[in-house]
């Protein structure tokens, strides 16, 4: 492509007074240093970026008991839930009617706790007893607003 020349490189063979004053180590930029050259002289030169040394690999962990344990598990749980979800679809006619069922007893259960003691009072009032029922009357009379009270009581 292009044709390569030789070039001489040359230096001062002495230093030399400049018309500078020579640079103070604080003021020398980064990437560039004091350099010394195979003949003795000291000079700036750009030095080249030191790369930082690549990250340890991470070493490969086991993987733990509880985590393969749990990923075995999974799908047995998923179709154990499909599995329940299919089975109360087909049980869901059968719910109903127990439920209805269920409604049906306590309706029983509330007429008989009513109806029983209303047929014990009919039965008795009509098999005539002797029993003659007592009357209780109570007369109470109080004076003033917080006055005390003072009443009678007649068994007839």
Request: proline content about 12%.
């Amino acid at each position: 492509m292009y044709p390569q020349t030789a070039c001489e490189i040359t230096t001062l063979a002495t230093q030399q007074p400049t018309a500078h004053a020579p640079m103070l180590p604080h003021e020398i930029p980064p990437g560039v240093q004091m350099v010394t050259l195979p003949g003795g002289i000291r000079t700036l030169a750009y030095t080249p970026q030191q790369t930082p040394p690549p990250p340890p690999v991470p070493a490969a962990q086991p993987i733990p008991a509880w985590a393969k344990t749990t990923a075995l598990l999974t799908p047995t749980i998923g179709g154990g839930i499909a599995a329940a979800g299919i089975g109360l679809s087909y049980a869901a006619p059968g719910l109903i009617a127990m439920s209805q069922a269920l409604w049906a007893t306590v309706a029983l259960i509330a007429a008989a706790a009513i109806g029983v003691p209303a047929l014990l009072r009919l039965s008795r009032a009509t098999t005539g007893t002797s029993r003659a029922s007592t009357h209780i009357t109570q007369n109470i009379t109080a004076t003033g607003m917080f006055g005390k009270a003072s009443g009678t009581i007649n068994h007839r």
